[in-house]
């Protein structure tokens, strides 16, 4: 049983970036892979990028292509989202899942789910 703990989320302007962090106990994280997603007000849950168990290949969404990065830290157990440039409509809950498998991009595809953290961006 894998446990994720998200953090980073915050306040930033337009323009600013953020890092996210979501720690994993109960299992090590490098055996899963692990995406973003994230869920607007009023709005369903997005896939946002994910880093593949098997070689650390990363993919990304259009909306974060060129803006995000994802990245895996095993010596700490926690996969990573830096996210530069943001925009207002970055403004949403990020959660970070675990698969054993393989990326995708579907909410049903994932087993594991942090509890969150919330990203404001301000005009």
């Known amino acids: 049983q894998v446990q994720l703990v998200e953090s980073g989320g915050g306040l930033v302007q337009t323009g600013g970036s953020l890092r996210l962090s979501c720690a994993a106990s109960g299992a090590t994280l490098d055996q899963y892979a692990v995406a973003w997603f994230r869920q607007a007000p009023g709005k369903e849950r997005e896939a946002v990028s994910c880093?593949?168990?098997?070689?650390?290949?990363?993919y990304y969404k259009d909306a974060a292509a060129g803006r995000f990065t994802i990245s895996r830290d095993n010596a700490k157990n926690t996969v990573y989202l830096q996210m530069d440039s943001l925009l207002p409509e970055d403004t949403a809950e990020y959660y970070c899942?675990?698969?054993?498998?393989?990326?995708?991009?579907?909410?049903?595809?994932?087993?594991?789910w942090g509890q969150g953290t919330q990203v404001t961006v301000s005009k």
């Open positions: 880093i593949s168990r098997i070689d650390d290949s990363t």
């Open positions: 899942a675990a698969d054993g498998q393989r990326c995708n991009w579907y909410t049903e595809g994932y087993d594991y």
